[in-house]
Each structure stands twice: as C-alpha cells, then as structure tokens.
C-alpha cells in the first residue's frame, strides 16, 4: 500500500515523479533550479492546494493536470481525474475505510 498526504499530493508523485527534496518537486512551470513546488497538507476542511514558491503559481488538481498533461477540455480533465482518484484510492484507503478519511 502507498502512503500520501492527499490525492493532490500522490498527483504530484504520478505526474511530476518523486519529490525531488523531501516533498518538494521542481515547478513545471517556471522550471527553477531548486525544487519549489510543495502540496499544502490536508487542514481542517480548507481545500488542499499545491503552490510553487518561486514564480507563487498556485491550485488544485484540475491546475496540475491542465499544465502537466496538457488537458484544456474540462470534461476531459474531470474524466481523467475521476480514473486517477479511483487509482488513488484503490491503493491508498483499505477496504472498508470511510471516503473522507482518504482525501
């Protein structure tokens, strides 16, 4: 079984490899040379959200995947997202485990 913080987080892993340091990757969009772009943990019910700390690019998984992959259509991207979340939890939550416990 995998471990991640969030969905946005084991995103980052999938689509940008391994953190690069720690848990910071290298930004795809300002490609600076130090890993900048970090996940913000999951807190109390604020929706979790990625940030590169060098050009202050921010969002969510929608965001990622557009710039990443290349996705514009947002129906193509919500299709996308919803295989990937069912591959997130397949390996992330045990079976049995309540949904909110594994976002």
């Known amino acids: 079984m995998t471990t991640a913080a969030s ?9 940008l490899g391994p953190p690069a340091y720690g848990s910071h990757w290298f930004c795809p969009r300002c490609e600076g040379p130090t890993p900048s772009l970090s996940v913000r943990p999951p807190l109390d019910d604020l929706p979790v959200k990625f940030k590169c700390h060098r050009c202050n690019w921010w969002g969510d998984e929608h965001d990622l995947l557009k710039l990443v ?3 514009t ?7 996308r ?6 591959r997130y ?3 992330i939550c045990p079976a049995g485990s309540r949904r909110r416990q594994c976002r």
Do not use: K, P, T
Request: glycine fraction near 14%; aromatic fraction near 10%; charge should be negative.
């Open 7 to 15: 969905f946005l987080h084991w995103l980052g892993g999938e689509l």
């Open 89 to 91: 939890e397949s390996q």
């Open 69 to 71: 992959d290349g996705i």
């Open 81 to 86: 997202l919803r295989v990937l979340r069912a």
């Open 73 to 79: 259509d947002y129906g193509e991207r919500l299709e």
